[in-house]
Nanobody, 123 residues
């Protein structure tokens, strides 16, 4: 059974930093893309960042320059380092595992999803 589990969310002050982690288990994910999406109350899901199986990275327009996505050597855990956080970054951040990072970016599609972790940046 595939499990995707996020951690690292919390309350952060404006301008602060936070690192989210996502661990995928149950299968070998080294050959798959992994990424992050977020959804704020009343808003649609938004792409945040993705990393391909080759290590190519992609950032969403709203977070470009403020996030770094990385992957451990085993390929089953990814990290999202966020900095210069703003109140509009407040959302539930969900991890996704899929076949293609480009598909994640363009179609918001993935094969497996985590439950999400809350990030709150109060104004």
């Amino acid at each position: 059974q595939v499990q995707v589990e996020e951690s690292g969310g919390g309350l952060v002050q404006v301008g602060g930093s936070l690192r989210l982690s996502c661990a995928a288990s149950g299968r070998t994910f080294k050959t798959r893309a992994m990424g992050w999406f977020r959804q704020a109350p009343g808003k649609e899901r938004e792409f945040v960042a993705a990393i391909s199986r080759f290590g190519n990275t992609y950032d969403g327009d709203a977070v470009t320059g403020r996030v770094t996505i990385s992957r451990d050597n085993a390929g089953n855990t990814i990290y999202l380092q966020m900095s210069s956080l703003k109140p509009e970054d407040t959302a539930v951040y969900s991890c996704a595992v899929g076949g293609s990072a480009v598909t994640m970016v363009q179609k918001y599609e993935a094969d497996y999803w985590g439950q999400g972790t809350q990030v709150t940046v109060p104004s």
